[in-house]
């Protein structure tokens, strides 16, 4: 458990210094095809994570759900949801965090990285 825990330090240690040398690659010279592709780094990385939390959420979160006795109210003769009934969080939690992620997230960055973030 130990080594699981320093491996998990050391990987966003990691992460966190990859981002930080590469929110500003003007040290790195002229701007050429290297120095714009290092500027896709941080979204990159973002764009990786999104993918591993929505795919965690599409197949072991559905599995489960589908294992799972949820019922409405406490009677033996009550409605059970199915696991599909939450797929539905799916496209709300999409909605609600796409304007989290524009409203607060992308100012964030773009004062972190001092410069505007987007095409």
Request: proline share 1%; aromatic share 10%.
């Amino acid at each position: 458990e130990i080594l699981t825990v320093v491996s998990l330090v050391l990987d966003v240690l990691c992460l966190g210094c990859l981002c930080m040398a590469h929110q500003d690659n003007r040290w790195l010279g002229q701007a050429d095809a290297v120095t714009r592709c290092l500027d896709t780094v941080l979204a990159i990385l973002v764009g990786n994570a999104f993918n591993l939390w929505y795919n965690t959420m599409s197949s072991v979160v559905y599995s489960e759900s589908c294992q799972t006795d949820i019922r409405l109210g406490s009677g033996a003769d009550t409605v059970q949801l199915n696991g599909s009934f939450f797929i539905f969080g799916d496209g709300l939690a999409i909605i609600i965090f796409m304007l989290l992620i524009g409203r607060f997230l992308l100012p964030f960055a773009e004062w972190l990285a001092g410069r505007k973030i987007g095409y």
